[in-house]
């Protein structure tokens, strides 16, 4: 999502780029998050942190790398902290039965060490890969709407069509992507939608 130049200025301090990054990945964050804490406060919380700690080690940034997956990897590893603690916490709990089965998935890899790269890492790079293989003016419509947040009208204007030509190209986008992502991660059904329906 971040081109190089943007991880770059929040890698040197730019607040404007420390911004910008928790403008756009917030939302999907804290949609996230709710699969694993139900308290909507905790769940802020935890993303609050993975933000702060971004910031803190923000030096250690590779321009070349996703920061969005660092995120994400880093959000994940504190809900589940929470989870291990409050399962060591309420022994006779069954706690495990409450946890979204999309949810139990990454706990299993979390702890299992098998993955070299998380779930997250991998989904965002099919989904990136799946935004780069559609028709050239779907991509632009989408990109330019959905991933850089410009208003349909501008878009509209600049490729002098009408707002309903640029809502279809964006309609058969996500269905186009949803359906590279499903074929991939048929399991994987509530966390596409996510990364697909919450983008601007």
């Not at 990945?25 to 802020?44: M, S, V, W």
């Not at 910031?55 to 589940?80: A, G, H, T």
């Not at 291990?84 to 890899?109: H, V, W």
């Not at 060490?113 to 991998?122: A, F, I, R, T, Y």
Request: hydrophobic share 40%; aromatic share 8%; proline share 3%.
């Amino acid at each position: 999502m971040f081109d190089v130049q943007i991880k770059r200025r929040l890698k040197n301090g730019d607040p404007s780029a420390y911004k910008e990054v928790f403008r756009l990945l917030y939302p999907r964050l804290k949609g996230y998050c709710r699969l694993f804490i139900t308290d909507e406060h905790e769940a802020e919380d935890i993303i609050q942190e993975g933000f702060l700690t971004l910031w803190e080690k923000r030096d250690k940034i590779q321009p070349e790398n996703s920061v969005e997956s660092l995120l994400f990897v880093m959000v994940r590893n504190r809900c589940l902290n929470r989870i291990k603690k409050q399962k060591l916490e309420e022994i006779n709990a069954d706690i495990e039965t409450n946890i979204p089965s999309e949810a139990q998935f990454l706990y299993q890899i979390d702890f299992s060490g098998k993955e070299d790269k998380s779930l997250e890492e991998l989904m965002i790079e099919s989904f990136q890969q799946a935004v780069d293989e559609l028709p050239e003016k779907m991509k632009f419509v989408y990109k330019k709407c959905k991933i850089e947040g410009r208003k349909q009208k501008e878009i509209a204007e600049e490729l002098g069509v009408t707002v309903k030509a640029i809502e279809k190209h964006i309609s058969k986008a996500k269905h186009n992507i949803r359906e590279k992502l499903l074929f991939q991660y048929p399991s994987m059904v509530l966390l596409i939608s996510l990364l697909i329906d919450n983008l601007k």
